[in-house]
């Protein structure tokens, strides 16, 4: 199965800052990867999918980048309601992976 | 507005079975479009797919949980999962979620979209 990797494991962010998280797969998934938001005692909220369409309802702020095993998800200025846990899938083989996750912290 | 909200037991013994129904409104799940999954996340751990169903009663599911699992597509617009021999590792909140199909819709290797539509999950606990 093809594994997920995700960095760093935390980041702290001011308000009105920009966040970077990487997503890393452990073989090429082209370009079929998703990215989530998760609140806490929500379920995940799709942002990301192709590794760079933003999803409806996705705020134009959220970018995402990348192919292959190497991926990126921009928050270009934070707003209060993205402190939140993101995830990475992958959707290009079976079974079907996430990573464990960037939790997004108020710095 | 299409939703979906997951029902059944909060707390399972070891060893029994867990059994968990997903009820599909605004949508139909015998539908071709999309494909109805399982997907679970256990107390600090990262989300876990489970498995998944086509209308046509078509399943894939988990390898490492694949002799455990029946996904089945129920008469009332719902689906529902069966994980047997439950333990303690086990205990998760269990989402449903649904697929887009893309291509090759109905065989053994389709390809979907990612889960643009979740249910807001249900705990269950694995106890004596």
């Known amino acids: 199965e093809i594994v997920m990797t995700q960095s760093p494991a935390t980041l702290s962010v001011s308000p009105g800052e920009r966040a970077t998280l990487s997503c890393r797969a452990s073989q090429s998934v082209s370009s079929n990867l998703a990215w989530y938001q998760q609140k806490p005692g929500q379920a995940p909220r799709l942002l990301i999918y192709?590794?760079?369409t933003r999803a409806t309802g996705c705020p134009a702020r959220f970018s995402g980048s990348g192919s292959a095993t190497e991926f990126t998800l921009t928050i270009s200025s934070l707003q209060s309601e993205d402190f939140a846990v993101y995830y990475c899938?992958?959707?290009?083989?079976?079974?079907?992976?996430f990573g464990p996750g960037t939790k997004v912290d108020i710095k | 507005q299409v939703q979906l909200q997951e029902s059944g037991p909060g707390l399972v013994k070891p060893s029994e079975t867990l059994s968990l129904t997903c009820t599909v409104s605004?949508?139909?799940?015998?539908?071709?479009?999309?494909?109805w999954n399982w997907i679970r996340q256990a107390p600090g751990r990262r989300l876990e797919w489970i498995g998944y169903?086509?209308?046509?009663?078509?399943t894939k599911y988990n390898p490492s949980l694949r002799s455990r699992i029946t996904i089945s597509v129920m008469s009332r617009n719902q689906f529902s999962l069966q994980l047997n021999s439950v333990t303690a590792a086990d205990t998760a909140v269990y989402y449903c979620?649904?697929?887009?199909?893309?291509?090759?819709?109905?065989?053994?290797?389709?390809?979907?979209?990612?889960?643009?539509?979740w249910g807001q999950g249900t705990m269950v606990t694995v106890s004596s």
């Open positions: 192709g590794a760079s």
């Open positions: 605004g949508a139909s799940v015998h539908s071709g479009t999309y494909y």
């Open positions: 979620a649904r697929a887009v199909c893309r291509a090759y819709c109905g065989g053994p290797v389709p390809t979907l979209d990612p889960f643009d539509l």
């Open positions: 169903i086509y209308y046509t009663g078509s």
């Open positions: 899938q992958q959707y290009d083989k079976w079974p079907l992976t």
